[in-house]
C-alpha cells in the first residue's frame, strides 16, 4: 500500500481465529453417526461458553457440522487441506502462481453440497467478531496508533482515518468470495469508508476477468508510486480548451502498480473529488504574499513552485499533498 500497516501479533481478536481453527482440526475425522455438542471436544471452553449463551450461532455451527460429517474421508481430507492453505494470505498476495480458486465459496459449496459453511462464516463475521469479547474497538485503537503521523487512509492517501470511532475493518479477500478468511485478522484492515464502501467494495483483488493478478499485501507492501499529470491541459493555457483537461497517469513498472490504481478508481477520485486546482494556485499565491518572496521573473517563480512541490512530497499524506504535488510539479515545468 501507500504506506505499510502494523500487524498486531498480541490481541485477544486473534483468539476467535484460533477457536474456529481449534473446531476444524476436532472435527477432520469425524463420524457419520456422531452428534453435534457444544459442551463435547469440538469447541475450546471459552467457545463453548459463548455457544451455550449464543443459540444462533451455535445453530449455524450445527448445520455446517451435520453437513460436514456426511462428507468421505478423501473429501474431509481435500476441506482440511484447504483450511490449512488459508493460513499463508500473504502468499496469495505475493505470489501469483497461487491458484486461489479452490478457497472461493463456490468451490467450497460444491464440495460441502450446500452454503452452511458460508453462512456460518458470514454470521461469525458479521456478529461474533464485533462483539466486547473480542475487544475489536482496543484492536483499532492499536492500529490507529501506530499509523504514520498523518493518520491517513494507506488505500487513498487523502481521506483521514478516524480515531473517535472506529473505522470499517476491510476483508481485503472479501468474505462473500472467501468465506474461509472472514475472521482471520491476515485478511483484515482498516480502511477509509470511502475506499472500503464506494471504491473496492466486493471485488476480488486476486482476479480480473478470472486470470490471476497480484495486489500489494497492506502488512508487508509499500508501493512504490510516482503520479503525472504530464497529460493534461492546464486550464486557460490552451485556446482551444480554456476549462482545461486533467489526465492522471501512475509508473507502471509493477502490476500492483496497477491493480491498486483500478480497484480504488484513483484517477477519478482524485481528479473529481480532490483536486482543486483554483483554491491551491490562489493560496499558492498568497503564501508568497505573506512570505514577502521576491518574485521578478518567470524562473524565480518556477524555482518557487519547485520546491512546493518537494515540500508537498515530503508529507504527502497531509491536506491532498499526494495530488498536490505532480500538479504543481508541472506548472514548474512549463514554458
Known amino acids: 500500500m501507500l504506506y505499510k500497516y502494523q500487524y498486531i501479533r498480541k490481541h485477544s481478536l486473534h483468539r476467535l481465529h484460533k477457536h474456529l481453527l481449534f ?16 459442551d463435547g471436544n469440538y469447541f475450546h471452553p471459552e467457545f463453548s461458553s459463548l455457544l ?31 483450511i490449512e492453505k488459508c493460513q499463508c494470505i500473504k502468499c496469495f498476495f505475493e505470489d501469483t502462481s497461487v491458484d486461489c480458486s479452490d478457497i472461493k465459496k463456490d468451490s467450497l459449496q460444491q464440495l460441502i453440497g450446500n452454503d452452511s459453511l458460508y453462512n456460518l462464516m458470514k454470521y461469525i463475521s458479521e456478529t461474533t467478531l464485533k462483539s466486547d469479547r473480542w475487544d475489536i474497538i482496543g484492536h483499532y485503537k492499536q492500529m490507529y496508533s501506530d499509523m504514520p503521523l498523518d493518520k491517513i487512509c494507506p488505500f487513498c492517501g487523502v481521506e483521514n482515518m478516524h480515531q473517535t470511532f472506529r473505522e470499517d475493518y476491510d476483508h481485503l479477500l472479501p468474505k462473500s468470495i472467501y468465506p474461509l478468511l472472514a475472521v482471520n485478522l491476515y485478511n483484515l484492515a482498516p480502511m477509509c ?17 478470472d486470470v490471476r493478478r497480484s495486489f500489494a499485501y497492506p502488512y508487508t507492501t509499500e508501493l512504490n508510486i510516482n503520479f503525472s499529470f504530464t497529460e493534461s491541459i492546464i486550464p486557460q493555457t490552451d485556446i482551444n480548451n480554456d476549462e482545461g483537461k ?15 490504481f483500478e480497484v480504488f478508481n484513483i484517477e477519478r477520485r482524485y481528479i473529481d ?58 506548472l514548474s515545468k512549463l514554458q
Open 52 to 82: 451455550s449463551i449464543s443459540p444462533t450461532l451455535a445453530e449455524k455451527f450445527k448445520l455446517f457440522f451435520n453437513s460436514y460429517k456426511k462428507l468421505t474421508n478423501e473429501q474431509k481430507n481435500d476441506f482440511y487441506s484447504r
Open 273 to 330: 473529488d480532490y483536486l482543486k486546482f483554483d483554491s491551491w494556485t490562489m493560496d499558492f499565491i498568497y503564501n508568497l504574499i505573506k512570505s514577502n518572496a521576491n518574485i521578478d521573473n518567470e524562473e524565480q517563480l518556477k524555482t518557487e513552485l519547485l520546491l512546493t512541490a518537494q515540500l508537498f512530497e515530503k508529507r504527502r499524506f497531509s491536506n491532498c499533498n499526494i495530488v498536490k504535488s505532480p500538479i504543481v510539479l508541472l
Open 193 to 209: 469508508s470511502f475506499c472500503n464502501e464506494k471504491a473496492k467494495k466486493e471485488q476480488d483483488i486476486l482476479y480480473k476477468d
Open 23 to 38: 473446531f476444524f482440526r476436532r472435527i477432520r475425522n469425524v463420524k457419520r453417526s456422531t452428534a453435534f455438542r457444544i
Open 246 to 260: 486533467w489526465v492522471l497517469t501512475i509508473n507502471t513498472d509493477s502490476e500492483k502498480n496497477i491493480t491498486w
